[in-house]
Every structure is written in structure tokens, then in C-alpha cells.
């Protein structure tokens, strides 16, 4: 949580080559998460209100390209559309960063705000069939498909939940969208549609993000909403075939990194088309194998999530600077230079000499609901080691373990048999294959690999068989 804390006091301006609510936006919310979590900062108070007035301009103020979500039609757009964007992954971010604004200050309008915006791109964006697209011109019949172009279903998933958790009914709106949003993925198949450049001659570019994104996608709304059937059986044969995208090292820079190659030619040192490794979109992946554990106690997905998180992690420096991915290619492809005297002939092997200030923190978005909350205990090789937690022997023979965060609520169990003692303030959920033998003291109650559990007096005895 310090290394949280450090990183988002580290941020300054330019966040970004632009202002986009993507790319460069998600800075915003990684603060707002900090600030709910760890209590406000000045600083970072500071921030966030100035971003909130590019995000949602007084009547008469200033529009910001690709970053303010206006209330009223304009230049041929519909009310609560991004003002000049064709990338409708921005407004998705901005829905994820007011959700985020109203969580920490409670102000109503931010909630509402996010709300109409979200429903301005059911009725523009959002095809009956679940595809998501982007339209040059709001009106024209059909846009290119962006359904997993940097999974904008989070952010429908999400605002489905916290209405749900207010007891506001028009959750079930965006619950319907969701499912329909899977739905379509399901039915698309093995076709992953991204952002790149087409034209009449060419099939749809592809790359490793809109696979990753559409595995995770589906688990997202398969854990948080509905487990349909199918769902989990298409994503997995998602994860198998882009396991071929992913790195396997021992380097905690590189490892379960995803394979991703172009973003180097604007951020970090902007020197051209190299391997990305860590980059914050490896994240897609990271996210889809944690979901993918948790709905089938996988704990060989487990780690390989935990380890892409770490790819992420990595990038963090002591004083809470990160960079934008870690580059393990020596020569890269020249940027978007227009001639040789604009590149820098150099090996390019390691980190960036250039920090980065926004796209990096879309860690935090992504470690709030999984990392943060998550712990393990696992059996290896006659070997068992703690993931997130410290592992001890007591005097009596018993095991006991400590989450190193409170916030630990749950706890994956492929351990040694034997009696175990979770230290805990909260409500715990068991996430294991094993048997297990729990005290009705604690009113253990057990769904499929789920066991849910109360502690008392700050732990729980469990007996593994």
C-alpha cells in the first residue's frame, strides 16, 4: 500500500501525449481508489477535482478534445457523448472514473452523470446483439466492432453493481447489457477485432489485447453477473490459445508478461515498435487468469496472474516513479519518426529513460478487486509457501497465517493437510478443492470450491485433510 501511495504522489503533469480519457486518464482513478482507501491527500485532491472540470465542463466553459463528456447534443453528436472522439473506449474509462469520483466524495451527480452517460452508449453504441462498435458519425447504421477493445464491459459490469449495491433497480439494465455483451463474444468466436488500420483489401487487424480481452470480458461477467453456461468452457479455450502470446522467463520484469510490441513507438522513449514487457495491458491477462482461478480454482492460472501483476509491479521505482513497460528488445523500429536525424541510435535494452504518469497506474484499477483482496497458501514439492500473507509454526504444531493486508478477503487453499489459523478482521472466502473441516462457530458456508466464513475474536480454525 505505501508503493500505492508513493506512485500516485508521484504523478505530474503531462499526464499523457494527449488528454484522451484512455491512455491518459486512467491516472484519475488510480487516485480516487488511493485516496477512498489510504484517506485524501491535498495533492492528490487537487488533481482529481481539476480532472473532474475537464470531465465534465461548466455551461460555456471550456470542451476538451476526447476528455469532456458533454451534456447536450453538439456538432451532430447526441447528449453525453465524448466531445470529438471515435475511440468510444474513452467514455467507457470516463464512466469508470466517475464511478470511481463518487465512491470517494458521495456527490450524487457524479453517479448520475455516469449513468446517462452509459445509457447514451446503449442507445448509440451498443448493437441488440451485445457488439459494442464505434461510429465515425453517431447516426450511421453500422461502426467497426470494439466490443474487446480494452474490454469496455468492465465498466457496464461495474456500474451494474454499485447501483445493485444502493438497492437502485436500474441495475438490471446494465446487467442485461453485460450478458448480452458475452453473449456476442460467445457467438463471435475465435475473431478478435481491434482498433488498427483496414481498408477494403485487408481482413481485420488483430493483436494479443483483443484476445486477452475478450477472455476476460466474458469471466468478468461470468463471476460478477451471470454463470452461464458455455461461458467458461469458450474462455478457456481463449486462455489456451493465447498462452502463445504470453513470456516465460525467470525475470519477474518479463514473466507471464503478454507479448505486446507497439505501444513503445509513443510512450516511454517513443523509439519505435519494440517488446513491451509489463506493459499496463498485460494486465487484460493477468485479470482473465484470476478470474479464470476463481471461478474453477486453478491455482496454476492463479500464479500466472499473480506473476504478470508483478511484471507491473516491477516498473515502480523507490520513489514511486514507474515507467511504461520494461524493453527487452535491444533495437527498436524507429517510432513514428519522419527521418533519421529524429531517432537516437542507442541500444534500447532495459527501462525508458522517460517515466510515465498515466497509463502505468491502470494497475491499481485492476489490483483493487483482485490482488489487494487476495491470498494463498500452496503445496509444492513437499514445499509450502504463502502468496500475500506469512506462513508460521506455533509452539502447539499449528500453522497460522497473516494476510500482509486487511483487506484480504480471500484466500486460495492447495496446502499441506493439517490445522491452519487464519489471522482475519473480515469475512473470508476459502477458495480450495480440498477438504475442509470448519467449527459451525464461524458459520462456514460452502458453495461448489467456495467456502464462506465469519471469524472470531480475529481468526478462523480450519482443519485440512
Not at 453493481?161 to 436500474?170: N, P, Q
Not at 519518426?337 to 502505468?360: C, H, N, V, Y
Amino acid at each position: 500500500m505505501k508503493m500505492f501511495r508513493r506512485n500516485c504522489l508521484s504523478i505530474r503533469r503531462p499526464y499523457h501525449t494527449d488528454n484522451n480519457l484512455c491512455e491518459g486518464g486512467v491516472w484519475a482513478e488510480a487516485l480516487c481508489r488511493n485516496m477512498r482507501l489510504m484517506g485524501k491527500s491535498e495533492f492528490m485532491n487537487r488533481q482529481v477535482q481539476e480532472q473532474l472540470n475537464r470531465v465534465l465542463p461548466e455551461p460555456g466553459g471550456q470542451k476538451i478534445v476526447r476528455c469532456s463528456i458533454l451534456p447536450n447534443p453538439a456538432e451532430g453528436y447526441p447528449a453525453y457523448h465524448i466531445y470529438r472522439s471515435m475511440r468510444v473506449q474513452e467514455q467507457f474509462f470516463g464512466i469508470s472514473f466517475l464511478i470511481q469520483a463518487y465512491r470517494l466524495y458521495g456527490t450524487k451527480h457524479y453517479l448520475d452523470y455516469a449513468i446517462s452517460s452509459m445509457m447514451s452508449l446503449l442507445r448509440y453504441h451498443i448493437k441488440e446483439n451485445g457488439e459494442i462498435i464505434r461510429q465515425k458519425h453517431f447516426y450511421e447504421k453500422d461502426g467497426k466492432d470494439y466490443t474487446t477493445v480494452t474490454a469496455p464491459v468492465i465498466a457496464i459490469v461495474d456500474l451494474a453493481r454499485i447501483l445493485k449495491a444502493e438497492g437502485d433497480s436500474r441495475f438490471r439494465i446494465f446487467e442485461n447489457a453485460a450478458v448480452q455483451t458475452a453473449d456476442y463474444l460467445v457467438k463471435r468466436g475465435i475473431h478478435f477485432p481491434t482498433e488498427g488500420m483496414q481498408n477494403s483489401k485487408t481482413e481485420d487487424e488483430m493483436e494479443d489485447g483483443s484476445i486477452s480481452c475478450t477472455a476476460l470480458s466474458i469471466l468478468y461477467v461470468c463471476y460478477y453477473i451471470s454463470r452461464k453456461k458455455g461461458y467458461l468452457e469458450f474462455a478457456e479455450k481463449i486462455l489456451n490459445l493465447h498462452d502463445a502470446w504470453t513470456i516465460h522467463t525467470p525475470d519477474a520484469r518479463l514473466n507471464r508478461s503478454t507479448l505486446r510490441w507497439w505501444e513503445t513507438i509513443w510512450e516511454g522513449d517513443a523509439n519505435g515498435p519494440a517488446i513491451c514487457g509489463g506493459h499496463a495491458w498485460t494486465l487484460w491477462r493477468a485479470e482473465a487468469d484470476y478470474y479464470y482461478a476463481l471461478l474453477t480454482c486453478d491455482t496454476g492460472r492463479l500464479m500466472d496472474s499473480y506473476n504478470a501483476f508483478l511484471t507491473n509491479l516491477s516498473k515502480i521505482k523507490r520513489n514511486g516513479e514507474s515507467y511504461a513497460c520494461y524493453q527487452p528488445d535491444e533495437i527498436p523500429g524507429g517510432g513514428e519518426a519522419s527521418g533519421s536525424a529524429e531517432i537516437t541510435f542507442r541500444p534500447t535494452g532495459g527501462f525508458p529513460k522517460t517515466t510515465d504518469q498515466s497509463l502505468s497506474k491502470y494497475l491499481w484499477l485492476r489490483m483493487e478487486d483482485t490482488w489487494m483482496k487476495t491470498a494463498a497458501i500452496l503445496h509444492r514439492e513437499k514445499n509450502e509457501f504463502p502468496v500475500n500473507g506469512n506462513l508460521t509454526l506455533d509452539v502447539g504444531g499449528i500453522r497460522q497465517f497473516k494476510p500482509d493486508l486487511k483487506m484480504v478477503s480471500r484466500l486460495f487453499l492447495d496446502a499441506a493437510p493439517g490445522s491452519l489459523l487464519i489471522n482475519s478482521e473480515t469475512n473470508i472466502q476459502i477458495i480450495t478443492k480440498q477438504t475442509l473441516q470448519i467449527s459451525a462457530l464461524y458459520n462456514p458456508v460452502r458453495d461448489g470450491y467456495n467456502w464462506y466464513v465469519t471469524p472470531q475474536e480475529n481468526h478462523i480454525l480450519v482443519k485440512i485433510r
